[in-house]
């Protein structure tokens, strides 16, 4: 393909790139080579490496820090996280091509998708690149480059900061769908950014995670476990990846018809109670907000419900035990937190490992130390804790809740909503606490309507069991298989 051609977006970078090749810099040479192999027939492969590459110079330029030698030498010397070191999964290639299929989520009202894709994703993504260019689809692509932004950051003033965010949001402006799809805990090296500026630049892309939490964009996600995560949670990494792909692929027809019997009575309710025998006893009024009906349509894998409660009614105690995923931090571990919660506010949060993570977390902002969601997990297939933050939060026998930003949307998935407690936050940290093998209960109203983190009403038993709930004729062959004796 020439890559210049396929997109208005990759047409854009050359434009950009020759505009900024007129100029004076240190990147003359690399500049030149970018906008020559825009120009050649390359492979997707290839492709998504040039994009990769384009980005990084054009985000230079735009910094202003084209002539800046200690920037140029800051960078030589950074571990990059680039397209053709990134992996896949240890999986068959039929699963993942399945996982693309599910990710695609273009439709007619959704025709400009951006790819952001990272490591784990290099099957995947070349999958899904071809796809939007079959398809001739006016799309965009971002990889996942953590290094290169915490340098990048650390070299620009305000100005370069307001410049990147305006180029940022001009950029997405036209984006209608967003599928990301990355990796979970990092296998390289992660370098710390500065946390000052990462806040600035991220305080700047408001109006984009406005688009994003509100529903107005589209957006589906997935992250994919790596040999950190098998290591952290102590499964060997091609069980872990089958794990994965399992939760993946559950009953979800049945499943989500499950969810909307488990909404109506939630929402027909007013004060919610978590228990387990850790020392959880949670209490919040849910009273006039409704529940979300999540299944595979922006996460996956599903599945959960998930609402807010009225902002000033969390009190008690969540004892979490595990290991979390750091929001702050990427790649470092936190183990067992406790919190402390009165009058919806947190007065207390304690970890037997990584405080400084978990206190780094909760200094964003008023608003962290807040929940802006309680959600409740029912991915039959997980039922222990894992680090993931995507993975946890579905375990079925469990519920989090999101530490800041309450989402805004009014209609999910054509269902209409209310689930903004008012709770405004740069932080978005769903933090997973077990039932399921910890005596745990859901009471609602004073009514217990899961013990021991299984549903009680037989209408929900597909939240419980899944492929297990289904007459064995009907469940898919590899399902027939993996329990042939059950």
């Given amino acids: 393909m020439i890559l210049k051609s396929v997109s208005p ?5 050359v434009a950009l790139l020759s505009r900024f090749g007129a100029e004076e810099s240190l990147w003359e040479d690399d500049v030149t080579q970018v906008i020559e192999a825009y120009a050649r027939d390359l492979y997707t492969d290839d492709a998504i490496a040039a994009i990769q590459k384009a980005r990084r110079l054009i985000r230079i330029f735009v910094a202003g820090l084209h002539n800046n030698e200690a920037f140029k030498t800051a960078l030589a010397a950074t571990p990059l996280q680039d397209w053709g070191t990134f992996s896949e999964p240890p999986a068959p290639r039929a ?45 965009d692509v971002n990889i996942y480059d953590e290094n290169f932004a915490a340098v990048l950051f ?8 307001q410049a990147l965010a305006a180029h940022f949001l001009m950029t997405r402006s036209d984006i209608t769908a967003r599928i990301f799809v990355q990796h979970n805990l990092p296998e390289g090296v992660v370098i710390e950014a500065d946390v000052a500026k990462m806040r600035t630049y991220r305080d700047l892309l408001r109006p984009w995670r406005d688009r994003v939490v509100s529903g107005a964009m589209r957006t589906v996600l997935t992250s994919i476990p790596t040999r950190r995560d098998a290591e952290v949670d102590g499964i060997p990494h091609k069980e872990y990846a089958e794990l994965y792909f399992r939760m993946c692929d559950q009953p979800w027809d049945l499943i989500k018809t499950a969810q909307y019997a488990l909404i109506e009575k939630l929402n027909a309710g007013k004060v919610l109670r978590f228990t387990n025998i850790d020392g959880t006893d949670l209490t919040m009024n849910i009273d ?13 894998p599903g599945s959960e419900v998930f609402s807010a409660p009225r902002i000033d009614s969390t009190n008690g105690i969540i004892v979490a035990k595990g290991r979390f995923s750091a929001k702050e931090d990427a790649g470092s571990i936190i183990e067992n937190i406790t919190l402390v919660f009165k009058d919806g506010t947190l007065t207390s949060a304690r970890a037997e490992r990584g405080q400084e993570h978990l206190d780094k977390a909760l200094s964003v902002d008023a608003g962290a130390k807040r929940i802006g969601e309680i959600g409740i997990g029912t991915n039959p297939f997980l039922k222990r804790h894992v680090a993931s933050i995507l993975l946890s939060e579905k375990i079925g026998g469990s519920f989090h809740v999101a530490l800041g930003d309450a989402y805004t949307m009014t209609d999910y998935m054509g269902d209409p909503v209310v ?17 399921y093998g910890k005596k745990g209960q859901i009471i609602l109203d004073g009514v217990p309507i899961m013990v021991d983190g299984i549903f009680l009403d037989p209408a929900l038993d597909v939240l419980n069991r899944g492929w297990q709930a289904v007459p064995f004729d009907q469940r898919p062959p590899a399902w027939q298989e993996i329990y042939k004796d059950r």
């Fill in 288 to 300: 006039g907000f409704t529940f979300c009906n999540s299944v595979i349509a922006r996460n996956i």
């Fill in 9 to 13: 977006y990759f047409a854009n970078d």
């Fill in 154 to 161: 650390k070299h620009a003033d305000d100005l370069a900061l």
């Fill in 419 to 435: 689930v903004d407690n008012g709770n405004r936050s740069l932080l978005h940290w769903d933090i997973t606490t077990m039932l």
């Fill in 95 to 139: 699963l993942q091509d399945a996982l693309a299929d599910k990710l695609f989520i273009v439709d007619d009202g959704h025709r400009t998708p951006i790819l952001e894709i990272g490591d784990q994703a290099r099957y995947i993504g070349t999958v899904l690149f071809d796809r939007c260019v079959a398809e001739k689809l006016t799309f």
